[in-house]
Each structure stands twice: as structure tokens, then as C-alpha cells.
Antibody, heavy 123, light 107 residues
Framework: EEQLVESGGGLVQPGRSLRLSCAAS????????MHWVRQAPGKGLEWVSG????????DYADSVKGRFTISRDNVRNYVYLQLNSLRTEDTAFYFC????????????????WGQGTLVTVSA | DIQMTQSPPSLSASVGDRVTITCRAS??????LNWYQQTPGKAPKVLIF???NLQRGVPLRFSGSGAGTEFALTISSLRPEDSAVYFC?????????FGGGTRVEIK
């Protein structure tokens, strides 16, 4: 059974940093792109970032470009999201999701999701 | 960036009703359109990928159609467990973008 488990969320002050982790199991991790999607409480879904199977390609939403960095470890089966220069508008549940293929865009979909980790940015 | 516009934002229908949700892209996205269902407190779950392909395990009452800029998700006979928020997502180009969601309530 495919499983994704996020960790690393919490309460952080504006301007500070946080690192989210996502442990993957139940599938061949390095066959798939991985993504982070966030959802502010009571709001819709926002794609944050994606990384291709071999880390050659990373992409970001405009709202986080230059502040967030996605990476992956294909030996340990982890994907990470480094969140820097956090703002109050970054407050959200952050979901890790498995792509339907090796690349971030094109014929792909998010077919497995973690349960999410809550990031709260507040003074 | 490609904008995705869903309609209606919410709807209320009876068990057994046929329900259709539409999603419009701001430019052509071929068939790179997915549909997700999210129930309260849970992560989203993919229902339809590449516009019209039913994800394994999803009931046959769900179907997707469309190409280019106009897409639809149809529930042929609404069931109580279909009460949820539905989102479309384009994967034609980055940044990947979601529609604003449609809340489906059961009368």
C-alpha cells in the first residue's frame, strides 16, 4: 500500500524557516515525480512545488519562488520542502503527493497523498 | 499562469440526481485535466485523470469529459457519500493550478 507521511510542521514566526519532510513507502519512489500542495484552513488547494524523479527538474508556484526549495532523497525515499522567509499567508496544511509519472507536468496526476502537516506562521 | 475557473461554487442536489460540475481553463490544456474529491478533514483523492480516465477504485457513476478549455465532471446518480468538495487541476504547464472548488451538498 502506498503511503506518504509528512512531518515538520508547527508554529513559526514570520521571517523564520521550517523544513517539511515526507516519508514515502509502498511504491518505487524513484519512478515518480513528487509534489507539495497546500491548503489554508477552509480554503482551496494551491500547488506549491514539484520535483521530477531524478531531481533534474524542480518547479514552484509564483507565490513561493525564491523562498521555498524542494528536494528529494531517492535512497531514503524522502521528499523535503525547505520554507524560508515565511509569511503569515504561508499558513496552511501542507500535503505531500505522488505524481502519476516521472515528470512534474504533462500527462500526470496526484494519485497518493499524505495526511498533511500544519504550518502556522504567526508572531 | 493558467487560470482554472470552476462552476458552480456550490450546489445542493438530491440522492439519485445527475450532477455536473464544469471547469474552464484560461488557455488550451489539451486533455491535461484532473478531478479530485475532498471530504472534511481528509486529503484530496483523484477521481478522474487526463480528462476522462477513471482512477482505479472510483465508482462508475463518476465520469469526466472535455478537451481544450472546457471540461466537466458528472456524477450520474448522486449518493450521500458524494457530499464533498470537488477540484479540477490542470497539469499542462507549470505552475500547476487548481480550480476554486465546488461544494456538493445533499438535500
Amino acid at each position: 500500500e502506498e503511503q506518504l507521511v509528512e512531518s515538520g510542521g508547527g508554529l513559526v514566526q514570520p521571517g523564520r524557516s521550517l523544513r517539511l519532510s515526507c516519508a514515502a513507502s509502498g511504491f518505487t519512489f524513484d519512478d515518480y515525480a513528487m509534489h507539495w500542495v497546500r491548503q489554508a484552513p477552509g480554503k482551496g488547494l494551491e500547488w506549491v512545488s514539484g520535483i521530477s524523479w531524478n531531481s533534474d527538474n524542480t518547479d514552484y508556484a509564483d507565490s513561493v519562488k525564491g523562498r521555498f526549495t524542494i528536494s528529494r532523497d531517492n535512497v531514503r525515499n524522502y521528499v523535503y520542502l525547505q520554507l524560508n522567509s515565511l509569511r503569515t499567508e504561508d499558513t496552511a496544511f501542507y500535503f505531500c503527493a505522488k505524481g502519476g509519472g516521472m515528470v512534474v507536468a504533462g500527462r500526470t496526476w496526484l494519485d497518493s497523498w499524505g495526511q498533511g502537516t500544519l504550518v502556522t506562521v504567526s508572531a | 499562469d493558467i487560470q482554472m475557473t470552476q462552476s458552480p461554487p456550490s450546489l445542493s442536489a438530491s440522492v439519485g440526481d445527475r450532477v455536473t460540475i464544469t471547469c474552464r481553463a484560461s488557455q488550451s490544456i489539451s486533455s491535461y485535466l484532473n478531478w479530485y474529491q475532498q471530504t472534511p478533514g481528509k486529503a484530496p483523492k483523484v477521481l478522474i485523470f487526463a480528462a476522462s480516465n477513471l482512477q482505479r477504485g472510483v465508482p462508475l457513476r463518476f465520469s469526466g469529459s472535455g478537451a481544450g478549455t472546457e471540461f466537466a465532471l458528472t456524477i450520474s446518480s448522486l449518493r450521500p457519500e458524494d457530499s464533498a468538495v470537488y477540484f479540477c487541476q490542470q497539469t499542462d504547464s507549470v505552475p500547476l493550478t487548481f480550480g476554486g472548488g465546488t461544494r456538493v451538498e445533499i438535500k
